[in-house]
C-alpha cells in the first residue's frame, strides 16, 4: 500500500518568502505528526495532529510556523517570512489513533528546504 | 523532563563485529519504545516497538530490548549494507515522542 508522501522533495526559497510544504499520511491513520532535522541534529518535534485538530502544538519554533489538517487527511505546515535558520529537512509521519500504547510512526522522504 | 539519549554518536565495525547500540529514556508513562533506521536523504524506517521491560523483538542480525531505564540494540554479525543511522525515541502518556540524536553506524567490508 502507499507509504506517507511529502512534497515538494525540494524547496529553494529566497529570505523573506513564505513556503507551503504538504504531507499525505497513509490512509486510515488518524494521528499525523511534524519534525524538522537539521544537519547533525536529531528530530526536533513541531506539532501533532489527532484527526483535524491539533492538542500539540508546543514544538512550533515561533509564530511564523502553522499547520492545519483537513478531511482527517492532508496537512500542510506553513513557514511566513522564512529565514536562514529555517532551512532544515521537514519531516511527516502518520500513526493509527493512538490508545493505551502509541502507534508506530511511519514516516514520510521529507522535504529540504534551502532558505538562501 | 522528558528525553531520550543514545551512545555512542558513531560507531565503526568490521563486518562480522557484533556489537550493541545504547538507548536510555527518562519518559514519563512510557507508552512504547521504537527504534527506526534511517539512510542519508530518506525518512526514519521503522524497525521495532517495544512496550514493556523484558520485551524483546528481532529481525534479521537485529534485536531489540527493553529495561526500565535503557533500550539496546544488538547487532549481529553486521554487514556494510547494515550502515546507517540508528533512531531511538520513547512516547509519554500525552503521546509526545522524543527522539535522540542517533547513532551513525559504519560496517568496513
Known amino acids: 500500500g502507499a507509504g506517507v508522501s511529502q512534497s515538494p522533495s525540494n524547496k529553494v526559497t529566497e529570505k523573506g518568502k513564505d513556503v507551503e510544504l504538504r504531507c499525505d499520511p497513509i490512509?486510515?491513520?488518524?494521528?499525523l505528526y511534524w519534525y524538522r532535522q537539521s544537519l547533525g541534529q536529531g528530530l526536533e518535534f513541531l506539532i501533532y495532529?489527532?484527526?483535524?485538530?491539533?492538542?500539540?502544538k508546543s514544538g512550533l519554533p515561533s509564530d511564523r510556523f502553522s499547520a492545519e489538517r483537513t478531511g482527517g487527511s492532508v496537512s500542510t505546515l506553513t513557514i511566513q517570512r522564512t529565514q536562514q535558520e529555517d532551512s532544515a529537512v521537514y519531516l511527516c509521519?502518520?500513526?493509527?489513533?493512538?490508545?493505551?500504547?502509541?502507534?508506530?510512526?511511519?514516516f514520510g522522504p521529507g522535504t529540504r528546504l534551502l532558505v538562501l | 523532563e522528558d528525553q531520550v539519549t543514545q551512545s555512542p554518536e558513531a560507531l565503526r565495525l568490521q563486518e562480522g563485529e557484533s556489537s550493541s547500540l545504547n538507548c536510555s529514556y527518562t519518559?514519563?508513562?512510557?507508552?512504547?519504545l521504537f527504534w527506526y533506521r534511517q539512510d542519508p536523504g530518506k525518512g526514519p524506517e521503522f524497525l521495532f516497538t517495544l512496550y514493556s521491560a523484558g520485551e524483546e523483538k528481532e529481525k534479521e542480525r537485529l534485536k531489540a530490548t527493553l529495561t526500565k531505564k535503557e533500550s539496546f540494540l544488538h547487532i549481529t554479525a553486521p554487514k556494510p549494507e547494515d550502515s546507517a543511522t540508528y533512531l531511538c525515541a520513547g512516547s509519554n502518556t500525552g503521546n509526545q515522542f522524543y527522539f535522540g540524536t542517533g547513532t551513525s553506524l559504519t560496517v568496513i567490508p
Open positions: 509521519a502518520s500513526s493509527s489513533s493512538p490508545g493505551l500504547t502509541s502507534g508506530t510512526q511511519y
Open positions: 519518559v514519563s508513562g512510557l507508552r512504547g
Open positions: 495532529f489527532q484527526g483535524n485538530s491539533a492538542p500539540d
Open positions: 490512509s486510515g491513520h488518524t494521528a
